[in-house]
Each structure stands twice: as structure tokens, then as C-alpha cells.
T-cell receptor
């Protein structure tokens, strides 16, 4: 595989901020995706980073450092509906995706 | 219907049965995929079709046989499966291959249990 590592589980309180880290092999890297998957549902696209830096989309932001092989997904002002699994996926130069095992985020009241 | 639709949503089969999973996309995409999702494991890519042609077979056992009659439909034929094949099978589509075109739209999956 491409050694995509992300934490298994995270728990946070409603209204708080959570940061989900993802590390990957830099060799042959092209871009980094984040997907959200609620239990029993399809994964849905959140973000795609190719360049270094932070991209913000409302309450969700995604960061990429190509040289460090590192990305994070930042969830702000957490809501109960944000409880889900968050999948990090690495795209290589042939546009093939390799997924991490996912981070299950639980938001508590 | 919109998006990616998978049927059946749940399937229980014996090891000697033959069954098929169906996927249909209404997005005008050119690439379709089968992924296997097991608990606590990364999504595993099984097959990729681009413009109806198979472009990827990720060392999948022959008891799984894909079929793509056109760009909108994808099947996964199942025969003589093993209990360890029990998993969620996800279908996805994308506009094509290439940076920016590779955003996957997934179906809700077919939950397969092999007895």
C-alpha cells in the first residue's frame, strides 16, 4: 500500500474544533482527497488538495504539505451531524487512489 | 433517479450460490469502479472501467467477475464465494481519469454476507 495513516477514532464536543491528520508516502504523489461517510451511507466528496496550503469550505478546511507528506481535515463548530467516518485518499501520478482506513469522529452533546 | 444507485442493498448467499450486484449511474460519467469495504480496513479497489473498457483488475480472485455493458451500468457477478468475502461492496463513478476529473461519486453500497 501507500502507508496512509490516520487515527482510528476521535471524540469531540458539539461546537468544538477537531483536526484529523493524515500522513502518506510522498513518492509519486499527485493529490489528496477527503471523503465523509455516515454509517450505512455512501462516502461523499469533501475536498481535493494539490497545492500546499489551506483550503476552506465553510466549516470544513483541508491542509496539505507536499514535502512533509501530511494533510489534515479541520472541522469547526462541530455539529451532531458531523459524526461520521472521514476517509483520507492519496492520488498518485497515474490518478489511482489509495484510501486510509478512516477516522471515526463522534460528536457529543 | 440521480447519482449512483446500487442494488440489492443487502444480500445473503451461500458459498455455492451465484448472484450479481448491479450499479447504475445517472451522471454522464465515463469511469466506473468497484470497491470492497471491510470493517476497520481501507477501501480496496477491485476493478475500474473507463469508457466500458476494463483498465484495472487489482488482483481480484476469479470468483468475482465484473461486467460493464455501457458507461452507465456496472455489474459484479459472484460465484462460489468464501465467508471472508463478506463486506460492503461500493460502486463509484467519475467523470474520467486525470487530476480534477477523478472525484468519485459513490453508491450506498451492497452489504454482502456469505454463509
Amino acid at each position: 500500500g501507500q502507508n496512509i495513516d490516520q487515527p482510528t477514532e476521535m471524540t469531540a464536543t458539539e461546537g468544538a474544533i477537531v483536526q484529523i491528520n493524515c500522513t502518506y508516502q510522498t513518492s509519486g504523489f499527485n493529490g489528496l482527497f477527503w471523503y465523509q461517510q455516515h454509517a450505512g451511507e455512501a462516502p461523499t466528496f469533501l475536498s481535493y488538495n494539490v497545492l500546499d496550503g489551506l483550503e476552506e469550505k465553510g466549516r470544513f478546511s483541508s491542509f496539505l504539505s507536499r514535502s512533509k507528506g501530511y494533510s489534515y481535515l479541520l472541522l469547526k463548530e462541530l455539529q451532531m451531524k458531523d459524526s461520521a467516518s472521514y476517509l483520507c485518499a492519496r492520488e498518485d501520478g497515474d490518478y489511482k487512489l489509495s484510501f486510509g482506513a478512516g477516522t471515526t469522529v463522534t460528536v457529543r452533546a | 433517479e440521480t447519482g449512483v444507485t446500487q442494488t440489492p442493498r443487502h444480500l445473503v448467499m451461500g458459498m455455492t450460490n451465484k448472484k450479481s450486484l448491479k450499479c447504475e449511474q445517472h451522471l454522464g460519467h465515463n469511469a466506473m469502479y468497484w470497491y470492497k469495504q471491510s470493517a476497520k480496513k481501507p477501501l480496496e479497489l477491485m476493478f475500474v472501467y473507463n469508457f466500458k473498457e476494463q483498465t484495472e483488475n487489482n488482483s481480484v480472485p476469479s470468483r468475482f467477475s465484473p461486467e460493464c455493458p455501457n458507461s452507465s451500468h456496472l455489474f459484479l457477478h459472484l460465484h462460489t464465494l468464501q465467508p471472508e468475502d463478506s463486506a460492503l461492496y461500493l460502486c463509484a463513478s467519475s467523470q474520467g481519469e486525470g487530476s480534477g476529473a477523478n472525484v468519485l461519486t459513490f453508491g450506498a453500497g451492497s452489504r454482502l454476507t456469505v454463509l
